[in-house]
């Protein structure tokens, strides 16, 4: 049994492990706790985004089964932030609410998703973070607690500056005052688990990545954002990371998470939706590559404007604020495909609705087609998929492709794509239909760094000194780990979790 001890949780959204390596030479809180715990890498969730990626932290269960999957389907209209409809997933399921169920005191500061608050052993403290699709907002548990500050201190930067340098100051001083915010709490409350999360780290990376990376064709040598990144990581650690452990007491545990990690956006693309079309699994509307023909110039006037959008930020703003007031015209955009829906049996589906270029994504099979022609088309998919080659070296740019099932198992399992896969990091797919199968992402400028599954990142320190039970810890792990660690070992009686504790004696 480990002993119990206090526990400090911070979640930093997209902290990269391959960046912290990278950079740690200039990061001495962070390099004092990776030498404490050398398997600092973690293994997020499919796909690996933030809402979902989150939702399996606090609960500890895949996502099929807390069901905060947003892989977006023409069929089903889809809305922009629609998973914040469903916070009733994780409400009572979540490690704060089995800790204050056993009595343990909580403190829990801006959890992602975690909006509105609901009753807590404790202090619960949520605030809306996607301020380009959602209104701000903060409410806390118990409604009278003062917070101290004018709420507007807290709200997060846009993440579509008009100009990418505005957003790199503001972003600072947003991070001081939720360090300032978050210590007031951690000082003076009463408290046996303390989790604050940080969302900003992560829309620095998609911005900038392009100022880091040689690859991206916007880097210049020496341009005035090279060091962005690297420069914020280095103010984490001294203004957040630094200040909590500080503060920690000598018997308490800390642990820093994060959600996903970090890289290049995929420069090369698949039309995946044309190579159906080409393997007789859709059919399209168009007739002919000709402005003449109605759908191909609705195909061609939407890849126009996401092309201004990509090129010109302002531009970018105003359709921010109009997808934030009407929603539901996200629905509107993936229902307007030239796809001749009555003749399509597949049909790509992403996180996106096509907007970004992900190497991550599914493929839906229609509804109404028999078993035994179901599991026929699955298989084909994933034969198309396995056959893709790189135009230029004729090397296979799928990773891998399997059914649903093969992935998670849940009850929400059909929120996902009939077939997942993740092709390699440089290629990404397209919604596209009418054209050339392979072409170049047109939205790398607007968001240049995308999520990445296989970099995560889990430190732990803990007084007694501990060691982990594996070397691929995933995200669904969190949840256990953090109630053994608090000394609730029976495990069991919170019901089945996806992740096991990773934690033993030393």
Known sequence: MTSKAKVLIIGIDGLDAGLLSRFKGDLPNFAELMRKWASFRMHSVFPPDSPTAWASIFTGLNPAKHGIVSFKDPFSRSRVGDYFDKVQNIKGKTFWDFAGKYGKKCCIVFPHLAYPPWPVNGILVSRTTEVDIKKFDIKTYPAELALGCDPLELKPVTSFPRNIGEVIQPTKQLVLNEAEFGMRLFERSDWDVFFIYFSSLDNIEHIFWMALDRRHPAYAEMNQYHETISDFYGFYDQHVIGKFMKAAASDAAIIVISDHGHGLRPLNLVRLNELLARSDLQKTKIKSRNLLDLNYLKEFAKKKMTDIINERRTVAKLASRFLSMFPQSLGLYTG????????????????????????????????????????????????????????????????WAIRREELYDGPYISRYPDVVFKLKDDWGVDWGTGSSLFGKSITHKLFSGTHRQDSAVLLLHHPDGLRCRTDKPKLTDLTPTILQLLGLDDLDSYGPFDGRSIISSA
Not at 352 to 378: C, F, H, M, Q, W
Not at 384 to 390: A, C, F, P, T, Y
């Open 336 to 399: 307007s495909s030239p796809i001749d829906w009555s003749n399509t049996l597949a049909y790509l589906s992403d996180s996106s609705a096509g907007l970004k270029t992900y190497s991550y994504a599914g493929v839906r099979v229609k509804n109404d087609v028999e078993p035994l022609v179901y599991e026929n088309i699955r298989k084909s998919i994933i034969e198309i998929l396995k056959h893709i080659e790189d135009p230029a070296t004729s090397e296979k740019i799928l990773e």
